[in-house]
């Protein structure tokens, strides 16, 4: 998924492509070095950039969202994925140590070890769940932010499309994603999947991870889109991208049930903005909902003909126009 420029419907909605001007690894501890990147404006608006998964990394054409006169745009990769090491695809990984709260702590290191008194935090998906983590609990940090997509880990949004929910809309990919896991075990499809993709063998957890990554990259958006399942679907990436997502859910992200939406006191004087695709499968609109009844205070918006991704036109127009307006 790294390198690309991005979509190129996104041409006239995000600001042109550009390269980074500085890249380094943070020496997060436990053995981790997280890679980091910096593009824009050296002198502009900071802003962090959290990618979705877990596991996902980032890409290029993430920082096209920022105008790069305006800000200066920090990416990194999370732990175990994209070019952070050691990566999760290993066949031995060990994912004692990423959690919610390591990456909540990796972002204040990079936050200081930048010198960046405050910057905007921008999160899609379980990006915004990060950003909702971290927002919480380091308030004092965040100028801005702006969420898309919004995930928080509760029980029932897990449920709804690992566990059969959204089998209801597309019964056809659904069959793919049970084909892995024998019929005595697909009540508890989580941890059917816990077992194949933390086994050390290749030929059970590649295609179990295979299978995760393909279900989820076939569903992100309203229309089918095959680049993205193939960018997705690459096997390293698809065995970090799995691996790392079911350990997340496999523990509740390390967070009580409701506990991004509970405390949103902590954060409700922060300006932001909410972007939600009225047709997301992947995150339906049922968490964006009810973040949005308990902090009035940010913006809602509501996309009529998009579902999750944010490269879909009506997202990404959303989350620019954002930008634009923190930016100013």
Known sequence: MNGSAGPAHLDDILYPPIEPYETGFLLAGDGQRVYWEQSGNPEGKPVVFLHGGPGAGTSAWHRRFFDPEIYRIVLFDQRGCGKSTPHVSAPDADLRYNTTWHLVADIELLRKNLAIEQWQVFGGSWGSALALAYAQSNPSAVSEIVLRGIFTLRRHELEWFYEGGASAIFPDLWEDYLAPIPVLE???????????????????????????????????????????????????????????????????????????????????????????????????????????????????????????????????????????????
């Open 186 to 328: 697909r009540s508890r499809l989580i941890e059917a999947y816990h077992r194949r993709l933390t086994d050390p063998d290749p030929d059970v957890h590649r295609p179990a991870a295979l299978a995760w990554t393909t279900w989820e990259a076939s569903t992100l958006t309203l229309l089918p889109d095959p680049e993205l399942v193939g960018s997705m679907t690459e096997a390293d990436a698809a065995v970090a991208f799995a691996r790392i997502e079911n350990h997340y859910f496999m523990h509740g992200g390390w967070m009580r049930e409701g506990q991004l939406i509970d405390d949103v006191a902590a954060i409700r004087g922060i300006p932001a903005v909410i972007v939600q695709g009225r047709y997301d499968v992947c995150t339906p609109m049922m968490t964006a909902w009810d973040l949005h009844r308990a902090w009035p205070e940010a913006e809602f918006v509501v996309v009529p003909d998009a579902g999750h991704a944010a490269g879909e036109p009506g997202i990404a127009r959303a989350l620019r126009a954002a930008t634009d307006r923190f930016g100013h």
